[in-house]
């Protein structure tokens, strides 16, 4: 019904716009605020329109769960779900990150906003052992956002993941496949294991990510043809040799410019005052005896100053043509979908709907494709779980049908099987 489809989506567009009314939360959670995200004035608008759309995707399931455990993978700042949890006091959130001085700027904004429902936990995203029912990972680089999406197929959570830097599949990739088992380093914060289950073969997992990710394209791709379109997608500084294997494997692939990086924006110390005690933040795995220093800011300005003089310093490719360069970006994008049609695929084999949304306006970021995903069945699920919890499901799974349109055969499906 198209216009019960038209109702879901304006009522999804007008909620997300509520909660990202940025004058009416306190200054600590707005991204473009000094006292908050601190995000430079050029970029501020740019990210509030990026959570905007996290806020559309991601506020239907707490609408229906109020209670949700949502889990922020590589939160950084806490930037994507901070917001979210002051219009939702009865969910938690968990804030995971492997960059502690990231999260002392999160602990700072938690404080600040006086929020009691969020908890901050530095560790891998691949030793997040806990249940929870909602993941969110905005720009989460290369495999970070693979190790995202594993974590809440194996919680069998909903998932809200917007990739970035697909290129650097490459690094972990390989990792993977000349790792045969990583240990796992969660401490009991993350995972109530005893030290004596250590040892055990469960807390010995593997926690490489094979790759491509979806039996239906490890059929007809093999892993170093996926790393070279991997590659293509989003990166400038391919070799020829890589080119030719990538345009070998993906219809004559060629490479396009880079997209800015989200990395440079995390990069940026975001002025924690040294006399401020910030709250307690939950680690996993090991920390060193010492924490680090805040940097004064001469010194965070001396740094920029050294970054930005090496950027002016990289050699930049030759400029092409208008039609050159409208067909790499065609052939880029195309890389860039085949990556992202994997992973969707990898969760349909798995019992999920799934969709490929895109952010809007388009120009708010060069990563703007959002992969999410409900849990629908699996394998004898049948007998899992209880009545609520099948209704609960069902009204879930309708919810995003009613809002993103009921999933097709997705075209990646006949393109696998085509090549």
Known sequence: DAGAEFSVAARWAADARALCDWDAMPPALDVAHPEGGAVPADRGERKRQQLLNVALFVAPALRLNPRAKVVDFGAGGGHQSLFLARAFPEATFCLVDLKRRSLEVASRRVQQAGLKNVRIVHG?????????DVGVALHACGGASDAALSRCVEKKATFVV???????????????????TTTNT????????????????????????????????????????????ARAADDVSLFDADVATAADAFCSVVTDAPDSSEEEEDARLEGITEEEEAPRVERCGDSPPEERKALSLGERRLRAAR????LRKRPMPP?????????????RRACKLLIESDRLAAAREAGYRTWLAGMHPDACTPKNDVLVGVFCHSEGDETTGGDDDASARRRLLEEYEEGLGVPTDPPANAFFESI
């Open 307 to 310: 970054l930005a003089k090496k």
């Open 162 to 180: 917007a990739p970035c830097c697909v290129g650097k599949i490459a690094n972990s990739a390989k990792r993977a496949e000349t790792t045969t």
């Open 124 to 132: 891998r995203i691949e030793d997040f052992r806990e249940d929870f």
């Open 319 to 331: 400029r092409a043509s208008a039609c050159v360069s409208a067909e790499r970006h065609t052939q």
């Open 186 to 229: 969660c401490d009991t914060a993350c995972d109530p294991k005893t030290d004596d289950d250590a040892d055990d073969d469960d807390d010995d997992e593997t926690q490489k990510i094979s790759y491509p990710r979806s039996r239906l394209a490890r059929r007809v791709l093999a892993f170093d043809r996926y790393v070279s379109v």
